[in-house]
């Protein structure tokens, strides 16, 4: 069973930087998809950005330029560093991992979730 474990939350001032990281175990597959994605209260789950094994990326619309998604050299972690941060980004955010779904428009698609971390950004 694959397991993501998420870390690096906070509470930040706008303007201020976050790195998020998931820490996955046994993710065996030779070839997979690893996202984050984020929910604010009352608002539906959206992608914010994916990355293939290979190292291929996508962004959200509203988060590119501002924020880079890359993995650690073992493959087995992914960050995401958050930059110029704004309450609008204030959000549980989650890392998502499968082996063949990697669209940021399906997270009903991806098989491995991780609990959660929370981001705060106040004005």
């Known amino acids: 069973q694959v397991q993501l474990m998420e870390s690096g939350g906070g509470s930040v001032q706008a303007g201020g930087s976050l790195r998020l990281s998931c820490e996955a175990s046994r993710l065996y597959y030779s070839a997979y998809y690893m996202a984050w994605f984020r929910q604010a209260p009352g608002k539906e789950r959206e992608g914010v950005a994916n990355i293939h094994s290979s190292g291929s990326t996508t962004y959200a619309d509203s988060v590119k330029g501002r924020f880079t998604i890359s993995q650690g050299n073992a493959g087995n972690t992914v960050y995401l560093q958050m930059n110029s941060l704004q309450p609008e980004d204030t959000a549980m955010y989650y890392c998502?991992?499968?082996?063949?779904?990697?669209?940021?428009?399906?997270?009903?698609?991806?098989?491995?979730w991780g609990q959660g971390t929370q981001v705060t950004v106040s004005s």
């Open positions: 998502a991992a499968d082996r063949w779904v990697g669209s940021l428009d399906n997270p009903t698609g991806f098989r491995h």
